[in-house]
């Protein structure tokens, strides 16, 4: 009986079956170096593809932030007066000394170096006074406070002038004019010529002996 079971048992075939169908996926996956090879290249290139945009994403971000050059800006930030003598309606004049400061105000990201300039202060079109500032450099993105004093004077108006009316309205407009010339050095290779403006009003306002509604443009 023990030989007859022996005899009729069916051989363990499924595990060898299944040993063979793996290792036929497995030549099958390594037999194609071609396409392995493919493949390998078409990354590199995607790669290479992503680098080049970045790169000009970085180009034309920097030309257009680092690499735009403006002009700076001269600016009356503050005024006041220090000595105060102004006449009446009948004899019109005035000889005062004000206080001022200036601003350069340079947005670029390199340094503005700038030429000794003069600030001229005017009446209705005729010229009362002036004032220098010296030569400097305004940091990168930053405003260079400079400090000045200037007389104003009313000796050079004519007999025609709005005097007489302005110191009636208590109220004596005067505007402040100036150009700077310099450079932008960027990187310490670039230097761009630039020149900063300056076209600022303001009113002397007599009954409180101070300088008021400053407006540059």
């Known amino acids: 009986m023990a030989a007859e079971k022996e005899a009729t048992s069916p051989p363990p075939s499924a595990p060898l079956a299944n040993s063979y169908t793996r290792s036929d996926q497995e030549s099958a996956v390594t037999a194609d170096p071609a396409e392995l090879k493919r493949n390998k290249r078409m990354r590199c290139l995607l790669y290479i593809v992503v680098f080049a945009v970045l790169q000009v994403v970085v180009i034309t971000v920097f030309a257009l932030t680092v690499m735009k050059i403006k002009s700076p800006k001269f600016r009356v930030r503050s005024a006041s007066l220090s000595q105060y003598e102004v ?36 009446y209705r ?32 108006l004519n007999a025609n002038s709005q005097l007489a009316s302005d110191i009636s309205l208590g109220i004596i407009p005067i505007t402040s004019t100036s150009r700077l010339e310099g450079k932008i050095h960027l990187m310490k290779v670039i230097k761009k010529k630039r020149s900063a403006h300056m076209n600022c009003t303001m009113d002397i306002v007599l009954a409180t002996r101070s300088i008021q509604n400053i407006v540059c443009k």
């Open 125 to 156: 079109g005729t010229k009362i006074g002036q004032t220098n500032v010296y030569e400097e450099r305004a940091k990168a993105r930053s405003t260079r406070k400079v400090e000045a004093s200037v007389d104003l004077s009313s000796n050079g």
């Open 87 to 122: 006449g009446s309606v009948t004899n019109p004049s005035f000889n005062l000394e004000m206080d001022v400061q200036f601003g350069v105000k340079n947005t670029n990201f390199g340094h503005f170096k700038y030429k000794d300039g003069i600030v001229e202060f005017d």
